[in-house]
Structure formats: C-alpha cells, structure tokens
C-alpha cells in the first residue's frame, strides 16, 4: 500500500476537475490547493476455490512480452513440464493440472505444455471436448491463478489446436 507523491496528487486532483458530474444541476468549481492523499490498497486473494470450480475469471487474454508471443507461436519453446489429459474424467484431469501447477512452480517451470486432445467435428460436444471446454475456467479459478502469466495455443509441433502452452510467471 502507498500514497500518491504530489506530482500524482497534483496531476489526479486536475483529472478530477475536468469530470462532469451526472446531476444536470450546475456545480461551483472547487480550487485544490492541497491535492487529497488517495491511498492505494491490494485487495485480498480469492478463497481457495473447490475442486471443481464453476465461474471463473478467464486468463488467456493476458498479455506476454512480444518476444514471448513470437517465440511461442514459432515453437521455438520447449515446454518445462508436459501434461497429456488423454484418457482422464473431468475429476482427475482437473486434480492432474492442479498437482502438476503446484510441482511446476515449486520447480520454477516457465512453460508447461497441457495436451488436452482436438475436438472431434460431428461429434456432439457433451460427449467429447469436456476437459478441454472446462481447462480455461480451471486455470483461472486455480489456487495457482495468479502464478500463470498466460495461457496460449500450442503451436503444431507441440501439438497444436489439441495442446495448450502455460506459461507462468516468474517468481
């Protein structure tokens, strides 16, 4: 937590002179002569979620350093950890990426490669696809979420559109 020096004090209470108030009834402009202290605070972490979240915030929008993203979408990554989902019920796949997050940022893993399986075309959704739909919302709901810097597509090397990269932050 810290409080804005005067230089950001100065330059918020100018912000906050030109905002126009919702009301339509006029308003007397106020001279600062003391900027207002305005405190910045971090807001507590999330309650650990259960063992099958089900709302998330979702993660994969996140942005990575350009050189990342190249890097990435190049293939030229090799992933620290690899995951592959093949075979697994939601249950266990979820309590697989959940021990494999923990033992990737103990380890100090940068890129994991989770392989979660292509979609099948003509095959209804309910019957396959299930781990791989719900991957997004468990990373963003995991006790490990904010620990991953970003979650991208693999590239075709690495598995493509049944393969995600995760890539976590550095400690």
């Known amino acids: 937590m810290r ?3 005067p230089d950001e004090a100065a330059l918020w209470a100018k912000v906050a002179a030109t905002i126009r108030p919702l009301s339509r009834e006029p308003v007397e402009a106020q001279e600062v002569e003391d900027p207002p202290k ?4 971090r807001i507590a972490p999330a309650p650990r979620p259960p063992v099958r979240p ?4 979702p993660i994969g929008d996140r942005t990575l350093d350009g050189s990342w993203d190249k890097r990435l979408r190049g293939g030229s990554v090799e992933p620290d950890r690899i995951l ?3 075979g697994m019920t939601l249950d266990t796949a979820w309590q697989a990426i959940d021990r494999t997050l923990e ?3 103990a380890a100090g893993d940068r890129v994991l490669l989770l392989i979660t399986g292509h979609h099948r075309p003509g095959t209804a959704p309910v019957e396959r ?3 791989r739909a719900a991957v997004h919302d468990w990373l963003a709901a995991s006790r490990h979420a904010s620990r991953i810097a970003a979650v991208r597509g693999a590239h075709r090397r690495h598995g493509g559109g ?3 990269y995760i890539v976590l932050r550095r400690r």
Request: charge should be positive.
């Open 3 to 5: 409080s804005l020096n």
């Open 38 to 41: 305005i405190v910045l605070t």
């Open 54 to 57: 089900k709302v998330a915030v």
């Open 84 to 86: 592959d989902l093949h």
């Open 103 to 105: 033992r990737a940022v």
């Open 129 to 131: 696809g299930r781990i």
């Open 162 to 164: 049944g393969s995600l």
